[in-house]
């Protein structure tokens, strides 16, 4: 079945297309909500809007984690970084606002067959797409209508994992691609750079969060 790329959520087709649909946002939402998973939440609720988070913990005693344009967000737990997450939260679930990739799953809908992709699960993700058949597109999140080039690693590695082409060469390129970007810059300035280093871990995850009735599960 056919495989679209895209480099920014913002290209995604108005209306948005009866397809799979996998998420990229390596720093960071995508990454977090695979290590959420990971360490056993009971699922990762998405949010666009702080206020909605808020209630939804209010609600809910969910953990709330997340950020906007880098900062933290008033009333929230943590940020979403996976080495600044807590450490016990089995069972909980979690809510999740980030500046894109929480942006980009509103912008397809949370009614559309979404699922989450990084570096760290590109290679599980494209054994899901396999078994599933259906037309697909990637999506790097991007951030703030522009292409970000991790996010863009992201998508091609998913498709050279897809496609059965991720060469011992190509990875290193893509690891470079990742490493090299302004994101990964500024992480490793605020002495985060645990985080850039296993972001450059590729395919060591099996999780693939999958959106369901509005929340992902692994």
Known sequence: MPLHTVDRLEDVPDPVPDADFVV??????STSIVRLLEAGAAYVRPFADPEAARSFGAETDALLVGEQGGAPVEGFDASPLPSLLPEDITDRPVGILT???????ERIGHDGTIFVGSTVNAAAV???LAERDRETWLVAAGRGGDPTPEDSAGVELVRRCYEDRLTTDAAASLAAT?????????LRELGLGDDVNALLQFNES??????RDGVFVA
Do not use: K, M, Q
């Not at 990742?178 to 500024?186: D, K, L, P, Q, R």
């Not at 099996?206 to 959106?211: A, E, G, I, K, M």
């Open 126 to 128: 494209a054994s899901t």
């Open 24 to 29: 990229v946002d390596v720093i960071i939402s």
């Open 206 to 211: 099996d999780v693939v969060p999958r959106l």
């Open 178 to 186: 990742v490493e090299e970007s302004g994101t990964a810059g500024w």
């Open 99 to 105: 500046s894109n990739g929480t942006r980009a799953f």
